[in-house]
C-alpha cells in the first residue's frame, strides 16, 4: 500500500534531550511538510522540503531541525531548545511543492511528550 | 497574512440529520480549498477538494460549497453517521504561495 508512515506512535522526551520522529513516503512525492498540533488548533508549518538536500523553515521553526537526504524520507528532530514540545506531530506529502491544486497526505502523526 | 477560521467550534447532530460546517477564509488570492476529517489521535484524512473555478462539487455523501464574494467554504454531509464524528478541518492555498493554512476545526458529534 503506498502511503506515509510516521514512527514511533508515542514518544516521550526528557529535559535536555533531543529526540527524532521518523517520517517515511513511498508516494514519490516531491514535497514533504511537518506540521504541529496543539489541542484545540490548527496545524502549524514547522519545516518543508520540496527536493532532496533542500529544505525551508515555516513559522515555528525555532528549536526544531530537519534533514532530506533522501526523497522517501524527512526526519524531524526536535532539540532540546524547544521548550514546549508537548504536541501532535503531523507529516505531510503531496506531488510538488509548487503543484496548485495537489491536496496533502498525511501520515497518522507522533504524540510527543515531556516526562 | 492568511487565516482560515471556523465559525462553530462544536457541532452535534442527531443521527441520520445533515450537518453543515463551515469556514471563512480571508486571502482573496486563495485558489485552492480541501476538507479534512480528523479522528481522535490520527492523521487528517482528505475528504473533498474544490478550486476557485467552482461554486460547487459533489462526493459521496459530502457536498463542499464555495462562495468566493463573501470567502466563505461550506461542508455538508448528508445524513450524518456515527462514524461521521471527528474534528473537520478546512484549508487553503493559493498559486502564488506554496503552504497550506488550516482552521482551528470543528468537533462534530453524531448522536445515535
Known amino acids: 500500500d503506498g502511503g506515509i508512515t510516521q514512527s514511533p506512535k508515542y514518544l516521550f522526551r526528557k529535559e535536555g534531550q533531543n529526540v527524532t520522529l521518523s517520517c517515511e513516503q513511498n508516494?514519490?512525492?516531491?514535497?514533504m511538510y511537518w506540521y504541529r498540533q496543539d489541542p484545540g488548533q490548527g496545524l502549524r508549518l514547522i519545516y518543508y522540503?520540496?527536493?532532496?538536500?533542500?529544505?525551508q523553515k515555516g513559522d515555528i521553526a525555532e528549536g526544531y531541525s530537519v534533514s532530506r537526504e533522501k526523497k522517501e524520507s524527512f526526519p524531524l528532530t526536535v532539540t532540546s531548545a524547544q521548550k514546549n514540545p508537548t504536541a501532535f506531530y503531523l507529516c505531510?506529502?503531496?506531488?510538488?511543492?509548487?503543484?496548485?491544486?495537489?491536496?496533502?497526505?498525511f501520515g497518522s502523526g507522533t504524540q510527543l511528550s515531556v516526562l | 497574512g492568511e487565516s482560515v477560521g471556523l465559525h462553530l467550534p462544536t457541532l452535534s447532530v442527531q443521527e441520520g440529520d445533515n450537518s453543515i460546517i463551515n469556514c471563512a477564509y480571508s486571502?482573496?488570492?486563495?485558489?485552492?480549498f480541501i476538507w479534512y476529517k480528523q479522528e481522535s489521535g490520527k492523521g487528517p484524512q482528505f475528504i473533498i477538494d474544490?478550486?476557485?473555478?467552482?461554486d460547487k462539487r459533489q462526493g459521496q455523501r459530502v457536498t463542499v460549497l464555495l462562495n468566493k464574494t463573501v470567502k466563505h467554504l461550506s461542508l455538508q454531509i448528508a445524513a450524518t453517521q456515527p462514524g461521521d464524528s471527528a474534528v473537520y478541518f478546512c484549508?487553503?492555498?493559493?498559486?502564488?504561495?506554496?503552504?497550506?493554512?488550516f482552521g482551528t476545526g470543528t468537533s462534530l458529534t453524531v448522536i445515535p
Open positions: 505531510a506529502s503531496r506531488t510538488r511543492d509548487d503543484a496548485t491544486n495537489e491536496k496533502l497526505f
Open positions: 508516494l514519490n512525492h516531491d514535497a
Open positions: 522540503s520540496q527536493i532532496v538536500n533542500d529544505f
Open positions: 486571502n482573496s488570492a486563495s485558489d485552492y
Open positions: 474544490i478550486r476557485s473555478n467552482m
Open positions: 484549508a487553503e492555498n493559493s498559486n502564488t504561495g506554496n503552504q497550506f493554512y
